[in-house]
């Protein structure tokens, strides 16, 4: 095995910091000097000592040079600097470790600079370059979460509504503006939804609804239904789920998208399992996965909807025998919706890979449980998810009760992970 010490062991040794105390006690000090709120743990140091080591975040990475006095790339660690240019795509998420905020800044950049006043006419370029940002929210949130991502949500819903409201236009435009504030709005929402901050989300989304009324626009009308169906079966009010779930479907009905129908029909088995009704459940859960396989044979399903597949469907059905108390068998499904992720959507991986060990843990094989909770830390470097956070506190609470060394290990390693997140 090879013992030649890295780049970044040799210059901390070189500087008496080659033991975690001493090292925590030089980061701390010149993370105060340099005015950054961020601390590290022993177990990231000793993961940054090691060959191969994680991406620091930005703040951190800022201390790091500071305290070196070279570029954190010079001892080791995997680029970009957090300050570099960054272009990236959905195809190319998965490669490249992005500092969200720098990558949004490019992202939103066209749409940010619009500075439309009264005399100003606003024209389809300004609703590209809008919608572009839009989209790029879209990947952002895939990607790393509602966390961090929400606060750029609002500020482009607030460039929108300043665009309509300081902006002239014709009308075919107007309409355009009004059905883009409306889709803004509803990501708004996603993203308070998938940061945990319920009451944010229902107010966007009571925002969108009424746009999308205002405009009698199906497509937006059918999100938002959709959308309210999903948070009222995460708050625990399924037959609300369910019946917001029937609304969307009916107004689907007409658009032929057998994919936006076969995700609806998830919704609604998702609250169906909720409701204890497991029969009618399995049965609707059946429905979605034929009508996702005739996704080639009807209209295409809106762009939000490009999530909805098979991975999203062995969760649910992995999710339906949780439900039902059958932990063994909601195993396979919650491994096969892990293994079919695309790498692109880093925040569902991060829930799906703690969903499965939970589901082990349930299971009764605590040491595989462990080893999953513990691999997981490592999707959870970049995704910032209040949903996901209630679900690493929901396994570290498992591993607690379970009489076994690994679940100790990793539920120590779990709680020093969320310490150190909520820290920083």
Avoid at 173 to 202: F, K, N, P, V
Avoid at 338 to 351: F, I, P, V
Wanted: hydrophobic share 40%.
């Amino acid at each position: 095995m090879d013992e030649t010490p890295t780049p970044f062991a040799r210059e901390c040794a070189a500087r008496g910091w080659d033991h975690p105390a001493a090292f925590l006690r030089a980061f701390e000090s010149t993370a105060v000097l340099v005015g950054e709120e961020v601390a590290v743990t022993d177990r990231q140091f000793r993961r940054w000592r090691q060959a191969g080591p994680p991406r620091p975040r930005p703040r951190a990475w800022r201390v790091l040079h500071a305290m070196f006095g070279v570029s954190p790339l010079d001892l080791g660690f995997p680029g970009p600097e957090p300050s570099a240019t960054v272009e990236a795509s959905p195809s190319t998420m998965e490669e490249v470790n992005v500092d969200r905020r720098a990558f949004v800044a490019d992202s939103l950049g066209a749409a940010a600079s619009l500075a439309v006043g009264s005399s100003d006419a606003v024209g389809t370029a300004h609703i590209l370059e809008l919608s572009e940002g839009l989209r790029s929210l879209y990947t952002l949130d895939d990607a790393y979460g509602g966390g961090d991502v929400r606060s750029l949500a609002v500020r482009h819903l607030r460039r929108v509504r300043r665009v309509i409201n300081t902006g002239s236009y014709p009308d075919t435009i107007g309409r355009q503006l009004q059905l883009l504030a409306g889709e803004t709005a509803e990501q708004c929402a996603w993203l308070y939804y998938d940061a945990d901050d319920q009451d944010t989300a229902r107010r966007y989304w009571g925002e969108a609804l009424t746009t999308a009324t205002m405009l009698r626009d199906a497509g937006l009308e059918i999100l938002v239904l959709a959308s309210l169906s999903m948070q009222a079966s995460y708050e625990g009010r399924p037959r609300d789920g369910y019946d917001l779930a029937r609304a969307a479907h009916q107004r689907a009905v007409s658009l032929g998208s057998p994919v936006l129908l076969s995700l609806i029909a998830s919704r609604e088995a998702r609250a169906l399992t909720l409701m204890r009704d497991q029969s009618s459940a399995r049965k609707r859960l059946a429905d979605s996965m034929r009508m996702v396989d005739r996704g080639d044979r009807g209209r295409p399903a809106p762009e939000w909807a490009a999530f909805h597949g098979h991975a999203e469907l062995d969760y649910a059905q992995g999710l339906l025998y949780t439900e039902a108390g059958h932990h063994t068998a909601a195993v396979p499904f919650l491994r096969a919706a892990l293994a079919h992720q695309d790498r692109t959507y880093g925040r569902n991986r991060a829930l799906y890979r703690l969903t499965l060990a939970r589901g082990l843990v349930q299971a009764g094989e605590v040491d595989e449980s462990a080893a999953e909770a513990v691999g997981s830390l490592e999707h959870l470097e970049e995704v910032e998810s209040g949903r996901v956070t209630r679900r690493l506190a929901e396994v570290r609470d498992l591993l607690a009760s379970a009489d076994a060394a690994s679940a100790r290990q990793a539920g120590e390693e779990l709680t020093e992970y969320a310490q150190q997140k909520g820290d920083g």
